[in-house]
């Protein structure tokens, strides 16, 4: 089964408001994660990334944090905007017998009330 | 600069046929990754292309196949149609290892 996945599937927040939205991870020997947001009707976008040797990143609004001792990820938004509203995936990269591939959790809708 | 570009956007099958996708990568970009989207399984892997070769797959049926030009645009194939093969599939491209820049998909159905 998928080795990513999130503890909620539907977030809604107050505009303004910091959002948070989690993901839980089972392979211990991940090195690679991202984010992604994905709008109605559109591909995802990439949003960021985190390497295992990094317990945080930080972009524009949004924060990575990687707890890699209970293998949990998470993405903050700050003040959180009607434009945010879409779904976060998570995703982890996998590597196995020689392949390489991008695991995908189920995702969260995130909705920004006005 | 353009952005990744799938044809067809929509498309319906019956079942026992075959359909072809292509995807045109953003300029520049070697890799092409595919997806399959559907609500119930989320977003899965199918293959990756770089420089005209598979490089990585995931684990779908044969009936998936797919290759990649010179040019680096990619096309992908599912023989003989299921159901189960409705879905949104989606063509990534990148330029630095798995930081991909999605199209906005072909949403197939099989009917």
């Known amino acids: 089964g998928e080795s990513v996945g999130l503890h909620l599937p539907t977030l809604s927040v107050q505009e303004g408001d910091n959002s948070i939205i989690n993901c839980a991870y089972s392979?211990?020997?991940?090195?690679?994660f991202i984010w992604y947001k994905q709008e109605s009707g559109k591909g995802p976008q990439f949003i960021i990334d985190?390497?295992?040797?990094?317990d945080k990143r930080q972009g524009q609004r949004v924060t990575v944090l990687l707890n890699k001792t209970v293998k949990h990820l998470s993405l903050q938004i700050a003040a959180t905007q009607p434009g945010d509203s879409a779904v976060y995936f998570c995703?982890?990269?996998?590597?196995?017998?020689?392949?390489?591939?991008?695991?995908f959790g189920k995702g969260t809708k995130l909705t920004v009330n006005p | 600069k353009a952005g990744v570009t799938q044809t067809p956007r929509y498309l319906i099958k019956t079942r026992g046929q075959q359909v072809t996708l292509s995807c045109s990568p953003i300029?520049?970009?070697?890799?092409v990754s595919w997806y399959q989207q559907t609500p119930g399984q989320g977003l899965q892997f199918l293959f990756e292309?770089?420089?005209?070769?598979?490089?990585n797959k995931g684990n779908f049926p044969g009936r998936f196949s797919g290759r990649q030009f010179s040019n680096s645009r990619s096309e992908m194939n599912v023989s003989t149609l299921e159901l189960g093969d409705s879905a949104l599939y989606l063509c990534?491209?990148?330029?630095?290892?798995?930081?991909?820049?999605f199209g906005p998909g072909t949403r197939l159905t099989v009917l």
């Open positions: 990534a491209s990148s330029l630095r290892p798995w930081e991909q820049f």
């Open positions: 392979n211990s020997a991940s090195d690679y």
């Open positions: 985190i390497r295992s040797n990094m």
């Open positions: 995703a982890e990269r996998d590597r196995q017998g020689g392949s390489e591939k991008l695991v």
């Open positions: 300029s520049g970009h070697r890799s």
């Open positions: 292309y770089f420089s005209e070769t598979q490089r």
